[in-house]
């Protein structure tokens, strides 16, 4: 009996290792397919809607043909975001340099509140995309619906960062995992605690309600 319990508990480990890698390939793949700056957001929101769904309990569904659907669906508003993602990041990188190369008073100044928002814009991105795939709202509510979970939810944020600091140590331990889970261990790490998040909102949503 022992036997056989063991037995099972390794086909589901193996089973969810093959999930894993599977559509962290078809990531990689489809990412490369839109040239990487064409297919790296469509093929992250691919990703990340079949691991909600996983994580929801749909565990049989058709892999390919639903990342591809969703690739194709989210292509135009996908790359729309990583615009948006990208001028933000630029606007970073140029307050950073700025500040870098300044040594002033007024530098000095605006310091802290450059790295705060940089801090809450971080974090802000680990919910937006779990954002995207769960909730059916225009891209200007994605970004603040994002925000917002983030400011109230410090032990799902903590999560998060305590997560992708494992992941990172780990890939770079063994860089060969990245091909295989580097994409969809972060998904992962990223869309459990926010759907945990989303029920907890939904939850006090409905209590109010009643």
Same mark, same amino acid.
């Given at each position: 009996?022992?036997?056989?319990?063991?037995?099972?508990?390794?086909?589901?480990?193996?089973?969810?290792?093959?999930?894993?890698?599977?559509?962290? =390939?078809?990531? *990689? %793949?489809?990412?490369?397919?839109? +040239?990487?700056? /064409?297919? $790296?957001?469509?093929? !992250?929101?691919?990703? #990340?809607?079949?691991?909600?769904?996983?994580?929801?309990?749909?565990?049989e569904l058709p892999v390919f043909q639903t990342?591809?659907?969703?690739?194709?669906?989210?292509?135009?508003?996908?790359?729309?975001?990583?615009?948006?993602?990208?001028?933000?990041?630029?606007?970073?990188?140029?307050?950073?340099?700025?500040?870098?190369?300044?040594?002033?008073? =007024?530098?000095? *100044? %605006?310091?802290?509140?450059?790295? +705060?928002?940089? /801090?809450? $814009?971080?974090?802000? !991105?680990?919910?937006? #995309?779990?954002?995207?795939?769960?909730?059916?709202?225009?891209?200007?509510?994605?970004?603040?619906?994002?925000f917002l979970i983030m400011m109230i939810n410090?032990?799902?944020?903590?999560?998060?960062?305590?997560?992708?600091?494992?992941?990172?140590?780990?890939?770079?331990?063994i860089p060969g995992l990245v091909f295989f889970?580097?994409?969809?261990?972060?998904?992962?790490?990223?869309?459990?605690?926010?759907?945990?998040?989303?029920?907890?909102?939904?939850?006090?949503?409905?209590?109010?309600?009643?």
């Amino acid at each position: 009996m022992a036997k056989s319990s063991n037995m099972g508990f390794f086909y589901t480990i193996t089973e969810w290792i093959t999930r894993f890698a599977y559509v962290n =390939i078809l990531w *990689l %793949v489809f990412s490369l397919l839109g +040239l990487l700056l /064409f297919g $790296f957001f469509p093929a !992250t929101i691919a990703m #990340f809607a079949i691991v909600r769904k996983w994580i929801m309990g749909e565990t049989e569904l058709p892999v390919f043909q639903t990342f591809w659907s969703h690739y194709k669906k989210e292509f135009v508003k996908g790359n729309l975001l990583g615009l948006i993602l990208v001028i933000l990041g630029f606007i970073i990188l140029v307050d950073l340099r700025f500040i870098q190369l300044s040594n002033n008073s =007024i530098t000095a *100044l %605006v310091q802290i509140p450059i790295y +705060l928002f940089i /801090f809450a $814009f971080i974090l802000t !991105t680990f919910y937006l #995309f779990p954002v995207y795939v769960h909730y059916d709202i225009n891209l200007f509510q994605k970004f603040k619906n994002a925000f917002l979970i983030m400011m109230i939810n410090p032990l799902y944020n903590l999560l998060m960062i305590i997560g992708v600091i494992t992941v990172y140590f780990a890939l770079t331990t063994i860089p060969g995992l990245v091909f295989f889970f580097g994409g969809s261990f972060l998904t992962y790490i990223f869309m459990w605690p926010a759907l945990r998040a989303f029920e907890k909102i939904d939850k006090k949503k409905q209590d109010n309600e009643n």
